[in-house]
């Protein structure tokens, strides 16, 4: 047989890793792919998207930490931002010299 036959699951292609995967009845995330999130300030109704690229772990763009509960990330203005993915809140610090402050959005997730 070839050597590619043998060849470890991490060197394939995302998409041929998951196929592989479940095939041996390993357990794969239920998320993959790329998404965009609507997000919602209630107090002012001002809504924004963010875009969530689960297979390089970024929220547009930036590094992020992806779990089943959380997704958390910093943007370049060092804002830190912390999704729960159940209920869709997504709390965003504000970092400063004079303290900083949190604004607290609501994110429409698909269920």
């Not at 998207?49 to 992020?64: F, G, L």
Request: proline content about 5%; charged content about 25%; aromatic content about 8%.
């Amino acid at each position: 047989m070839g050597g590619d036959v043998f060849r470890p699951l991490v060197r394939m292609r995302p998409a041929a890793a998951i196929i592989g995967a479940l095939a041996l009845g390993i357990s794969v995330p239920a998320w993959a792919g790329e998404t965009a999130i609507t997000c919602t300030n209630p107090a002012s109704g001002a809504s924004f998207q963010i875009r969530i690229d689960y297979d390089r772990s970024t929220v547009d763009a930036n590094p992020a930490a992806i779990s089943e509960r959380m997704i958390s990330w910093r943007d370049e203005h060092h804002w830190n931002y912390t999704l729960d993915r159940k209920s869709g809140d997504l709390k965003v610090i504000l970092a400063s010299s004079t303290g900083g402050s949190f604004l607290y959005d609501r994110c429409k997730l698909e269920r």
